[in-house]
């Protein structure tokens, strides 16, 4: 079993907030949009990181965090990318790896938008945690932490803050 806390878009911000928020996560997983790799390391020293490179990202970022990343956890397919899409509207480019690795799990960030779906054209669930930074033109802050036990995906909670900016 293991906690994940899911974040995006967070412009080079990981403050107390999403501190107090990811406190008892195992892992976190950042879709992109990181801000720096200077954040990332922030953040890879607070709880393990695994992140991709978003398109605000520069040259160093985007050397250490690509652009879609797939992986196991508690043996669940995942699939991660900043530019993703939704359900029946993925980007081209995530639709072909949706395809060919056929995660349980896909991740995007990107729209600073929140919304956890499920695919049935695909079989999965389709998570993107909204934008946890305090730049852009989201009004509200949002992040998002489950549980991952086997194929039991569970405990889904949402953290919504409002931006002091």
């Not at 938008?113 to 695919?119: A, F, G």
């Amino acid at each position: 079993m293991k906690r994940i806390g899911i974040i995006s878009d967070t412009h080079g911000t990981f403050d107390e907030t999403l501190r107090l928020f990811l406190r008892d996560v195992d892992e976190i997983w950042h879709a992109g949009d990181i801000g720096s790799l200077e954040l990332a390391d922030e953040i890879a020293a607070f709880k393990p990181l695994r992140a991709v490179s978003g398109n605000i990202d520069g040259g160093m970022t985007r050397r250490v965090y690509p652009s879609f990343l797939s992986f196991e956890c508690e043996g669940v397919r995942v699939l991660m990318t900043h530019i993703g899409g939704y359900p029946r509207r993925y980007d081209p480019r995530a639709v072909e790896r949706i395809q060919a690795i056929r995660p349980r799990i896909f991740v995007s960030g990107h729209s600073h938008i929140l919304r956890v779906m499920n695919d049935p054209v695909y079989n999965l669930l389709h998570i993107n945690p909204g934008a946890a930074g305090e730049f852009g033109f989201h009004k509200v802050r949002t992040a998002v932490r489950f549980v991952v036990d086997g194929t039991d995906l569970r405990d889904m909670e949402v953290g919504e803050w409002p931006r002091s900016i």
